[in-house]
C-alpha cells in the first residue's frame, strides 16, 4: 500500500521557520516527480513547490519564492519542505504529493496520483 507521510507542522510565530518532511513508502517515488500544496480554511488546494524526478527542477508559487526550500532525499524516499519568515497567511494544511506519471519535470494538482493525509501549519502575528 503506498502511503505519503508528512511530519513537521505546528504554531510558529510571523517570521519563524518549519521545516516539513514527507515520507513515502509501498514504492519507490525517484522516477516520479514530488511535490507540497496547501489549503487554508475556505480556500481551494494550492500548489506550493514541486522537485523533478532527477531533482535538478525546482518550482515555487509566487507566494512562497525566496523563503521556501523544496529538496529530497531519494535514498530515504523523503521530501522535505524547508519554510523560511513564514506569515500568517502561510496557515493552512500542507500536502504532500507524487506525480501519476514517470521523469516529470514539475507538478500541478491534475497529474497528482498520491496524496499524503496533511499537516497543519498555523503562523500566529
Known amino acids: 500500500q503506498v502511503q505519503l507521510v508528512e511530519s513537521g507542522g505546528g504554531l510558529v510565530q510571523a517570521g519563524g521557520s518549519l521545516r516539513l518532511s514527507c515520507a513515502a513508502s509501498?514504492?519507490?517515488?525517484?522516477?516520479?516527480?514530488m511535490g507540497w500544496f496547501r489549503q487554508a480554511p475556505g480556500k481551494e488546494r494550492e500548489f506550493v513547490a514541486s522537485?523533478?524526478?532527477?531533482?535538478?527542477?525546482?518550482r515555487y508559487a509566487e507566494s512562497v519564492k525566496g523563503r521556501f526550500t523544496i529538496s529530497r532525499d531519494k535514498a530515504k524516499n523523503t521530501v522535505f519542505l524547508q519554510m523560511s519568515n513564514l506569515k500568517p497567511e502561510d496557515t493552512a494544511v500542507y500536502y504532500c504529493?507524487?506525480?501519476?506519471?514517470?521523469w516529470g519535470l514539475g507538478l500541478q494538482l491534475r497529474d497528482v496520483g498520491s496524496w499524503g493525509q496533511g499537516t497543519q501549519v498555523t503562523v500566529s502575528s
Open positions: 504529493a507524487a506525480d501519476a506519471n514517470l
Open positions: 522537485m523533478s524526478w532527477s531533482g535538478s527542477t525546482t
Open positions: 509501498g514504492r519507490s517515488f525517484s522516477n516520479n516527480a
